[in-house]
């Protein structure tokens, strides 16, 4: 229970995150084998529980419709059901949010009117959709379906919607905020997006930036061996990737998960170009986890409660996929509070202290990046798992990053040496990476493959000019 769904295998043996492709056909089968069962078994609970509104006394009890076994079937839905031990009440609600995704006319029978008013039945609950032709149900569909007319059990069942149940901890099931001024439980039924992809195609789509996502699959060519870091902030490093690796381990098998807050939350700081993003894209790589960053620009609001708003959709959203979140110049977002002298100044403290809380609860990994570690208010620091320093690169570590950026069908003038350049230029990885393109780009333009002294020397005072340096 205390696995996030997409954090670890299922029970069956399946990996969360993809399906072997010769075995697709076969496991599309066998899920929607064990679809159809349960949602068989939910149409006989509509119609049980529908007859009993009405009055009639000859129906049966929904609670006298047993659920179906999957005593020995192999399916990703079932192990889902498995894996969260979900009671028939929570099985019931997932299905009630599932089935306008695969059998929309499952709940066509809460259309029913009622004769006396000439309209649908208010304890059906359940709206009508932009585009969707269908039922979707709401929360009061949902305590209909459980409840019925007894009070007593419908408080009970309201506890499925509580912040602390698995439902909401693991972003699973979620009822939608209601206009203001209107019931709570009249909010929209909605299974996350990520559930609904696990339990129909048998894997999870990689989401698209998006107003719902602002944030951005970032990827690269590069690999370990390619990264150019000092030998305390390799350890480091290091360490974050053990986490990632051995976290089901130290918090199930060790027994941790009483004391240890789950998720990893680390600073990457350092001045810009010493290789905090394309450290971050590389442990994605290599631990085969996909990196996000977070855009700023889309996250950042000056309406009041917009910002939370926006980074709660990314946070709700990342809690079902095995990823990393990045958040490039956080000191944007998560910078230190400052004292209070008007509204705005009050504000803007709320939002630090929200993001202080929700990163914390997040049970993923979180990467912030930072060019001064100053900016960072005090009490995200203590939250922290590691503050990773990027310094600038030594002379041997800049003359690595001088040779292994050129490219092998390139030449270099003659008298020109690299070693020379590592000496006399502090430059930064980024850096070395603009002059290089820059020297690359002047030679092809002249129709060479000879890299020039001179070309190098242009690229690297239009470096020391940003830092406002020169030569």
Known sequence: MGNRLCGAAMDDGTAVRGVVTDQAPARHA??????????????QVIEARVRRGQGSSTGKDIWDIPAPRFNGEESLYSSFLRHYEMSAEERLAVLLALAPHVRPETLDGLFHANEQLGRGHTEFGGIQGRMHGGFLPTGETLLFLLAGNDLTRRFACQRIFDRDHFFARHNILRLETAPAGEPMMSGQLVLADEIVDFVTGGELRKPDFSRDFPAKLITTEMSWEDLVLAPGTLDQIKEL??????????????????????????????PPGTGKTLTATVIGKRLN????????????????????KNLERIFGRAENMRCILFFDEADALFGKRTTVSDAHDRYANQEVSYLLQRIEDFAGVVILASNFIGNMDEAFMRRFQAAVHFPMPNVEERHRLWRDSLSKKCLLEKGLKLDELSCRYELSGGAIMNVVRYASLMALAEGSNVIRHCELMNGIRRELQKDGKTI
């Open 289 to 308: 986890l996909d990196v996000y960053r977070v855009a700023l620009s889309s996250v950042i609001s000056k309406y009041i409660g917009e910002t939370e």
């Open 241 to 270: 990737e053990a986490w990632i690796k051995f976290e089901p381990v130290l918090m199930n098998d060790w027994g941790l998960e009483r004391r240890l807050r789950p998720g990893y939350r680390c600073l990457f700081h350092g």
């Open 30 to 43: 066998a899920n929607a084998a064990a679809l159809e069962k349960d949602l068989q078994w939910l149409s």
